[in-house]
């Protein structure tokens, strides 16, 4: 051994990692981190039974069923919009990982809408009868 390095010693990332590794193993305030972690993993398997009892409770009984229409964050209030986004980003500056699939999902969504308008304004022009079609002179 040539050294000796003590925590106080370490750079603020080993520290961070440390206390995340830690917290992680429910070893940093002992018992409180143990049960956090336990009531973490309980409301998590809750979810996830809840979410699929929604499915079932709404689930198609013929077919795959209709999507919900479009643009329904247009109607939620911009002082609810504007903190979900912002811990939306920070979560996806954390979780690389999720925020690039969260910018793909995105940029799948707005494509996916612009097709969707595109398409249905070529429908409307096919539809509407000429104006000049039902004019006799």
Same mark, same amino acid.
């Given at each position: 051994m040539t050294g000796e390095l003590r925590?106080?010693?370490y750079p603020l990332a080993a520290k961070l990692l440390r206390w995340g590794v830690d917290g992680h193993m429910g070893l940093l305030s002992g018992p409180a981190n143990q049960i956090l972690l336990a009531a973490l993993a309980i409301a998590l398997i809750a979810l996830i039974v809840l979410g699929y009892r929604m499915w079932w409770l709404r689930r198609p009984t013929r077919g795959y069923g209709q999507p919900y229409p479009r643009g329904g964050w247009r109607q939620v209030h911009w002082t609810v919009l504007t903190? =979900?986004?912002v811990l939306t980003a920070a979560a996806g500056i954390?979780?690389?990982l999720m925020g690039v699939s969260l910018v793909l999902f995105l940029v799948?969504?707005?494509l996916l809408g612009l097709r969707s308008r595109r398409t249905a304004r070529r429908q409307d022009r096919? =539809?509407?009868p000429d104006a000049q079609a039902g004019r006799t002179w």
């Open positions: 925590f106080a010693e903190p =979900l986004g954390f979780v690389p799948i969504d707005a096919t =539809l509407q």
